[in-house]
């Protein structure tokens, strides 16, 4: 017997469900528009980073890409590449769906935190959760996002950053059938 219980040689088991966490993190600077979750929140400072800076969607693909052990955002969309500077994030969670979908998932559901001492986001989450639903192509009842404060502590506590954690399950979908 091989590992896993498999005999040597034997094609190995693909799982039904799968699951995956991710962590972004981002410095807040002037000058930039606020995005989250795809949804543009009105504030004076918002995301650095090479693309949109949207730490929730880069999260998210974080958590997708690992359920698929497809590594992680940095991998595919490079800081050092120039194609992806300025980048709206929707197009990383598009790449990633793709990926997903090729590989026959699909998101089952999707929980997320933002972790952000200001702007207040509490007024901003349906607008956020509709947006990932749509992203992801699933229902926005599948889409959870809770929004936290650090109560002061730390970088995050000070407002000098927002982070996004996000979990997601993904399931096997049953091979399309040829019309």
Excluded at 74 to 83: C, K, L, T, V, W
Aim: aromatic fraction near 4%; include cysteine; proline fraction near 4%.
């Amino acid at each position: 017997m091989g590992r896993g219980g498999r005999a040597t040689g034997e094609a190995s088991v693909t799982s039904e469900l799968r699951v995956g966490t991710g962590f972004d993190v981002h410095r807040l600077v002037s000058g930039r528009p606020l995005m989250l979750g795809g949804v543009e929140i009105p504030y004076d400072r918002g995301l650095a980073g090479h693309s949109d800076g949207d730490c929730l969607f880069h999260a998210i693909c974080d958590a997708v890409l690992g359920a698929l052990a497809a590594g992680d955002i940095g991998a595919h969309f490079p800081s050092s590449d120039p194609r992806w500077k300025g980048v709206a994030s929707l197009v990383f969670i598009a790449h990633v769906m793709q990926i997903a979908r090729a590989r026959g998932y699909a998101v089952e559901n999707l929980d997320t935190t933002v972790i952000a001492e200001a702007p207040q986001l509490a007024g901003h989450v349906d607008a956020m959760r509709s947006s990932l639903a749509r992203a992801l192509g699933i229902e926005d009842s599948r889409v959870s996002i809770k929004v936290k404060s650090a109560d002061g502590l730390g970088a995050i506590g000070r407002g000098e950053g927002i982070a996004a954690q996000a979990a997601c399950l993904l399931r096997r979908q049953p091979p399309m059938e040829p019309q």
